[in-house]
């Protein structure tokens, strides 16, 4: 039998009690008349609001409401101070602010309160939307309710600090209380892929499918297919601001070391690289012609016309049929070209430092945009070294033969052989990016010079992230004489490179260059797994649209 002892008050009740009979007479007094004072409030609020149908007329009407298309055809300016809501914060406190952005989720708590979460940018805010007399009626509830996702609205409100920090919201330690609501632009009722779904990590997906749960997957052709609402996702805004930092910082690094930004025609009469991977057209007059595969020919041209060191950032074309997770038919090249004093590592040397300045810039300029991308696509920081690695090919051949993989010491490189040689790199140096120069001359382009000492191997390189390939450079063929003789053994019919040939016969300086992939720079510095997360309409083999 459980004994039954003497109930004594609870620790916390004795202190109340003792609290209490401290407080004077006057003062329950005071509390007591100020307790009353706010129930007569609420209950005035409450009677005034009982008496408004949602049907009549709305005094309040103009707080809210569909924005006429006369006022939005630039009819007049004026003067409003708009707030971005990535800016809001416990500073602006019981200022009134005024937003504009999209409704990302609606929340109704009965007839008289709404809570509004509105996007700008990648940044939420949450909007409280709360029935106040001569402020806030029952239809302007009512009216906010009924607006579909992704509609674009105007708030104004003053910024309050939640008691507790929003977790739904970007921006958690504050909210703003709507005074009015305006609909700039509605979406459809039905979106053909639903933001929150778009914008769900594989972890979050597989944790629910644990648990018994089912949270929809929307898939990479979806995505694309409907690619305007997929880019809203936090993650694609990460991914395409950081894509702008990139060629940004391209420019910027370039510029400062002395190199002029050129543009060179994406319309030429033969290939730029040699190969079958040519977009092949027929120019004005039946005269066959291509798109360019690179800038190459051109930007070396650019050498020879004194322009010393050059870059072009342009789309590049390429007519593969790789249906691989790296590989687009267009993409966005990043392509540097300049003269050698003495040797091709003077190229490297560019490449080195240009990248390491590129990653410290994006590590330390772009942590929200990082973080938005890691979010839904968790990855590790890239390893790099201060000073980059460089290793020859017969040392990356024989470190893989070491590792007990046969690779051709006359061949290139597979994918799969790649990726091994990266991890081993990664596990002896401590780098994910590193550069292996001295190609043998079999794999390169015809325009590459040969090494000096082996005629099999080339004076070139390609630079990897993760063990995948992002650059390849080399030093250029300059004398007129050979560049047609390699170029006649890679089978390209001489009489259609003959201006670029006849460049180099006016007196050509050594040079060299290198051209990188945007979208390949970005897919690997997040380790991302496919190169179509990173173009923003992407081009493969079979997608050509939107």
């Known amino acids: 039998m459980e004994s039954k002892e003497p109930q004594n008050p609870p620790i916390e009740s004795q202190q109340e009690e003792e609290n209490t009979n401290k407080i ?15 129930e007569a409030a609420a209950a005035a609020t409450t009677a005034a609001i009982s008496t408004i149908s949602i049907e009549q007329p709305d005094p309040l009407s103009t707080n809210y409401g569909d924005v006429a298309l006369v006022d939005l055809q630039s009819k007049s300016i004026s003067g409003r101070r708009w707030t971005e809501v990535g800016s809001i914060n416990p500073e602006l406190k019981d200022q009134v602010v005024l937003i504009r952005g999209r409704v990302q989720t609606i929340r109704p708590v009965g007839k008289k309160i709404a809570f509004v979460v509105v996007r700008e940018r990648g940044f939420t805010v949450q909007c409280v939307l709360t029935v106040k007399v001569d402020l806030v009626s029952p239809q302007m509830v009512k009216y906010t309710t009924s607006l579909s996702k992704e509609s674009i609205v105007d708030i104004e409100g003053v910024v309050s600090i939640p008691e507790k920090p929003i977790t739904g919201a970007t921006q958690q330690q504050v909210e703003v209380q709507i005074s009015k609501l305006y609909c700039v632009n509605r979406a459809v009722p039905t979106l053909p892929i639903n933001i929150e779904d778009a914008a769900r990590s594989e972890v979050e997906i597989e944790q629910a499918l644990k648990n018994d749960g089912q949270l929809v997957r929307v898939n990479q052709d979806t995505r694309l297919n409907f690619r305007v609402l997929d880019m809203r996702t936090p993650a694609n805004q990460g991914i395409f601001r950081i894509q702008c930092q990139v060629e940004n910082i391209f420019r910027q690094f370039l510029l400062s070391e002395g190199f002029v930004g050129i543009h060179t025609p994406k319309l030429i009469a033969g290939s730029s690289e040699g190969g079958s991977a040519v977009f092949r057209l027929v120019y004005k007059g039946g005269v066959p012609a291509c798109l360019a595969q690179s800038p190459q020919l051109h930007k070396q041209m650019a050498i020879c016309g004194d322009f010393s060191r050059v870059f072009e950032i342009g789309p590049v074309f390429r007519a593969e049929d790789s249906f691989t997770h790296r590989h687009l038919c267009e993409f966005t090249g990043l392509d540097v070209e300049m003269e050698i004093k003495e040797h091709y590592s003077e190229v490297m040397d560019i490449v080195d430092r240009l990248f390491v300045a590129m990653f410290d810039s994006l590590n330390e300029n772009c942590k929200k945009e990082l973080e938005a991308i890691g979010k839904q696509y968790p990855f590790e920081p890239l390893k790099y070294l201060r000073k980059t690695l460089r290793l020859t090919f017969a040392e990356g051949i024989q470190m893989l033969k070491e590792a007990g993989i046969e690779a051709d010491p006359l061949g290139d490189l597979n994918t799969e052989t790649e990726r091994k040689l990266g991890q081993l790199v990664a596990e002896k140096y401590g780098t994910e990016f590193y550069i292996l120069h001295k190609y043998p001359q079999a794999v390169r382009p015809f325009y590459t010079m040969p090494c000096h000492d082996n005629p099999s191997y080339s004076n070139s390189f390609d630079v990897f992230i993760r063990g995948e390939e992002i650059i390849s450079g080399a030093q250029r063929i300059h004398v007129p004489e050979f560049l047609e003789k390699r170029a006649g053994e890679c089978g390209i019919d001489v009489k259609t490179i003959s201006t ?16 990188v992939g945007l979208e390949r720079v970005v897919m690997l510095f997040c380790a991302l797994n496919n190169i179509r997360k990173t173009s923003l309409f992407p081009r493969d083999p079979q997608r050509i649209a939107p």
């Open 500 to 515: 670029y040939i006849d460049s180099f016969r006016y007196g050509a300086p050594p040079h060299g260059g290198f051209g």
């Open 24 to 38: 004077s007479k006057k003062e329950a007094a005071k509390l007591e008349r100020q307790r009353r004072r706010q």
